[in-house]
RNA sequence: CUCCCGUUCGUCUAGCCCGGCCUAGGACACCAGGUUUUCAUCCUGGCGACAGGGGUUCGAAUCCCCUACGGGAGGCCA
């Protein structure tokens, strides 16, 4: 029984697409699973836009995402080079193994791949010209994922440019042959292109590999696979957004495939251990963000406080709530604080900026529901004597002046609270009020209780 | 225009291969309550689908055929 080798083989283009992602996720996933080899390979024919930092894009996503390579770039391995820009001399060898099988023809200075059959000529409807096709054997591709696909493959195809390139659907079938790739799992995009795959593979008198083509990702809205300019397709986006890289390989793993168990979130690990061809559906999937957002939160709450301080930092740094000075106690105390609550890190700052900031935004119509509320300030008063008074700031101990100038005055404590909330936040909203305070500390919800009663009218 | 693939709640999906246990299960979203302050928290409940039509069968979401719809491919792009 030889080993499992699959591939992953992008054309760096200067984006990661979620749809790229999922299918090497894939193949990672189904290496990982088998205990075989993942390679890395680099289609780089297209001189124009496969530039040195379109590769580090694509890297990046890799690494990001956790899919490391046993062979490729930067890892090496004995079926090397991995970049198709340095592989002419493999594909001059397959070629002339073509040639001497007379199966290439040269027409208008591209070379074509000659089918076996008879000839015909037809007018073609969507060439609108007349073409010859070839009364060709159907193709049968045994599909991991699809089952018995059968797809004849009509037209002699070119496999060299004029300029001298070979063509992708030559040098992916050269590729797989000579590093021995034993399974391609792809998007269902390239099912109809597999034809041409098995013709070649067939002409060069090799077993091809087993196919499995994976249903593809729709866009959230409107018709039409995802594409770059959509919302939510580059994995680059939710890096920089601050999303849980184990959080988006959950999310995207669950597109297209699932454990039949109802489990959603899962370790990698476990999704290593569960992942298989059976577990993949056929019909394409529509793109969430929502779905991804939910499970993202829920990643969110197991963080370290170290992780989600290091996720959140970059945000809260670029909105100016925390910078070198911030003391980094504080920092960690406020972010334990809202950890339980918060949904997303692309807001953050906004949800905890009055945190770090002493001006900070107040929310009118949330002060204007206080104050119908009446005896606003009179409320804040009776709380000032006894904060003042107080030294320990914990929030039990909070919590138990609070019952008592309740009682004193004849309230319920929650008669309190928003008030309170308003005047050191300026909203209605936000973290538990009684550890909020104990984390804002003594100093700053003094200073700030102080502040309100003089500036404001209440 | 031709060929290929697909079609279960708004969305992701379980069930389909091996027909009865399906009054079709879960999740996200949404709505309503609750959590003796707030909610970008948590809990409970609700809403909500077998694309349509024909077969086969005692019995079909499950098997077969047709139609419709969706997706993809048909490049000297990958």
Request: charged share 30%.
């Amino acid at each position: 029984m030889s080993e499992v080798r699959v591939r992953f083989a992008p054309s760096p283009t200067g984006f990661f697409h979620i749809g790229s992602a999922r299918t090497a996720l894939f193949n990672w996933l189904y290496a990982k699973h088998t205990g075989g080899q993942f390679i890395l390979r680099v289609e780089d024919t297209d001189k124009e836009r496969n530039t040195e930092e379109a590769l580090q894009v694509l890297i990046e996503g890799m690494q990001w995402l956790g899919l490391d390579w046993d062979e490729g770039p930067g890892k090496g391995g004995q079926f090397g080079p991995y970049f198709q820009s340095q592989r002419s001399a493999v594909y001059e060898e397959y070629l002339n193994l073509l040639k001497s099988k007379n199966r290439v023809y040269e027409k208008e200075g591209a070379l074509w791949f000659r089918l076996e059959g008879e000839r015909y000529i037809e007018y073609d409807d969507f060439k609108k010209a007349e073409v010859e096709k070839v009364k060709n054997t159907p193709v049968v591709i045994d599909d991991a994922i699809r089952g018995r696909v059968e797809r004849t493959e009509e037209r002699d195809f070119v496999i060299v440019r004029s300029n001298g390139e070979p063509v992708f659907h030559f040098v992916n079938v050269v590729d797989d042959i000579s590093m021995n790739i034993t399974h391609v799992i792809r998007g269902e995009d390239h099912l109809s292109n597999t034809s041409k795959h098995v013709e070649l593979f067939k002409a060069f008198g090799v077993k091809p590999p087993i196919f499995a083509h994976i249903p593809l990702i729709l866009k959230e809205s409107g018709p039409g696979k995802m594409s770059k300019r959509d919302k939510g397709a580059l994995i680059e986006e939710y890096q920089k957004r601050g999303f849980v890289s184990d959080a988006v390989c959950n999310y995207i793993c669950l597109l297209g495939w699932n454990p039949k168990d109802d489990q959603e979130k899962m370790s990698i690990q476990t999704i290593i251990e569960r992942f298989d061809f059976d577990g993949i559906n056929k019909g394409n999937a529509r793109f969430d963000e929502q779905k991804l957002a939910a499970l993202n939160s829920e990643y969110l709450k197991e963080l370290s406080i170290e992780t989600l301080t290091q996720l959140a930092l970059p945000e809260l740094e670029e909105a100016g709530c925390v910078t070198d000075q911030t003391d980094r106690e504080y920092l960690h105390s406020v972010l334990r604080l809202v950890q339980p609550k918060i949904k997303s890190l692309d807001t953050l700052a906004d949800y905890v900026g009055y945190f770090f900031q002493e001006r900070y935004e107040e929310d009118a119509k949330a002060l204007a529901r206080i104050q119908k509320n009446g005896d606003a300030k009179n409320l804040l008063l009776e709380i000032m004597e006894v904060f003042e008074a107080q030294e320990a700031y914990t929030s039990e101990q909070l919590e138990e002046t609070l019952t008592q100038i309740a009682s004193k005055h004849q309230r319920k404590l929650f008669a309190y609270f928003p008030i309170i909330r308003f005047a050191i936040s300026g909203r209605s909203g936000g973290p538990d009020l009684l550890p909020l305070l104990a984390v804002m500390g003594r100093d700053r919800v003094l200073s700030r209780l102080r502040a309100f009663l003089e500036n404001t009218s209440i």
